[in-house]
C-alpha cells in the first residue's frame, strides 16, 4: 500500500488498525456478520441552519474511521454556492436531496477547501443535478485533482479498470476490520468501533460505485469573492497548512468562517501537514473574530476554545520534535521518545477508541511532519 492517506478508506485501514507487536501474533476468532449503518452509527449526512441563508451538512456522528466532509450551503439571490461536495458518489447524491428540502435555488458553484477525496468525491452527483455550476479551487488543488494524488479515480466518466482497483483496496479494508474485531482485549468502546465501522463498511461499498471525479472549472491563486447582496463570500488561499492549497470560505457579513480540514473535530488530522504555517494560518483565521467556525469535520463552533486548543497542539508538538532533533533523534526514534499523552486527553478524554485514533491520525503523521519540518526534508501531499 501507498503511503497511509486517511482520505481513502483502504490506505488508512491496512496501516493504521495494526496493533501492538504482541497483539499481531493473536489467534483470529470468528467473523461478526456486518450489516448496513444504523441511525446510532451517525454515518448518514443531516443539514441544519448556522444563521440565516446558511445551513451545515454533516455526519451526526463527527468521527468516523473513513468520514464525509462537511459541506456548507449558503444562499445568494441567484443561486446556492457550497463549500465542498462530499466524499463519494453516494453521498453526493443524498447531498442533493439535502439541498432541495431546505431551498428551490440551484447550485451555482461548489467551491473545494482541499483535494482529499472525502471532501470531493461526491461532486459528480452534484454537478449531474445542477450542470451548469462551477466546481471552484485554488491553482494548487487543481493541480492535485489533476495529477499524481488521485490518479487512482476515473476523470469525466466511470472507468472499469480503475474501479475495479478502488474495490480491490476495500477489499483489504474489509479484511482488516474482520481481523482487528478477532482481537483478544479490545476495550468494550473499540471493539463498538470497530462493529460500527464494519457496518459502515458495507454503506460505503454501495456509494463508491460508479466513482467519478469533478475537475475545478475555475481557479484562483490568492483570492476570489463570490458577490451577493446579502451573503458574499471571499474564498481565500491563506498559505499551507493542512494540505499545500488549502481554501477558506469567509463570510463577513455573518462573520462565519468554513476552516475546511485546517479545523477537525473531535480529533484533529495531521498527515502531510505544513506545520508552522498551518499555526500561523489559524492565527490569522482567529483575528478575523468569527463568530461562527465550520469545521472539515465536526459541529459549527459558536467561539475559538477549540482553535486554541489545536494551535497548542501544534505548537506542543513543534517543540517536542525540535527538542528531539537538537538531540540528534532519527524520525523513529523521535516517534517512539514524544509523549502527547496530554494532548491526547485534551481531545479524547478517556475514550480508548478516540485515543487509538488520535494516534493514528495526529501522533504519528504529525510528528513526522514536524521531523520533516525541523530537519528541512520536504514534505509532499500523498494520495488519495
Known sequence: MARVVRRLFALVLSASISLSPADETAPSAGTPTPGTPTVQDGYVQTIAPVTKGVWLIAQPQAFHIQPIGNVVVIEHADGLVLIDGGGST??????????????????????????HGDHVLGVSAIVQAWP???????????????????????????????????????DSVE????????????????????????????????????????????????????????????????????????????????????????????????????????????????????????????????????VTR??????????AVAAQVRQGASMDDAKKRIDLSAGRAQFAGDDPWLSRWFDRYWTQPFIEAAYREATGAPIEQGEG
Open 175 to 306: 479484511r482488516s476490520l474482520r481481523d482487528a474485531l478477532a482481537k483478544p482485549g479490545l476495550a468494550p468502546r473499540e471493539r463498538e468501533g470497530f462493529a460500527a465501522s464494519q457496518r459502515l463498511f458495507v454503506q460505503y461499498r454501495q456509494d463508491t460505485r460508479d466513482l467519478v471525479l469533478a475537475l475545478p472549472t475555475r481557479t484562483f491563486v490568492d483570492s476570489l469573492r463570490l458577490d451577493d447582496a446579502t451573503h458574499p463570500v471571499e474564498l481565500r488561499h491563506p498559505g499551507r497548512g493542512n494540505t499545500d492549497g488549502d481554501l477558506i470560505a469567509w463570510l463577513p457579513r455573518q462573520r462565519v468562517m468554513v476552516a475546511g480540514d485546517l479545523l477537525v473535530a473531535p480529533v484533529p488530522f495531521g498527515f502531510n501537514a505544513y506545520p508552522a504555517d498551518w499555526q500561523r494560518t489559524l492565527r490569522a483565521m482567529q483575528a478575523q473574530t468569527p463568530a461562527w467556525w465550520i469545521p472539515g469535520h465536526g459541529a459549527a463552533m459558536r467561539d475559538d476554545g477549540y
Open 90 to 115: 453516494g453521498a453526493g447524491r443524498r447531498i442533493v436531496d439535502l439541498v432541495r428540502s431546505v431551498s428551490d435555488k440551484p447550485v451555482k458553484a461548489i467551491a473545494l477547501t482541499h483535494w
Open 132 to 170: 451548469s455550476a462551477e466546481v471552484i479551487a485554488t491553482d494548487v488543488t487543481d493541480a492535485h485533482l489533476r495529477g499524481r494524488s488521485m490518479k487512482a479515480y476515473p476523470k469525466g466518466a466511470p472507468d472499469a479498470t480503475l474501479q475495479a482497483a478502488f474495490d480491490q483496496r476495500l
Open 310 to 319: 489545536v494551535v497548542d497542539l501544534i505548537d506542543a508538538t513543534r517543540d
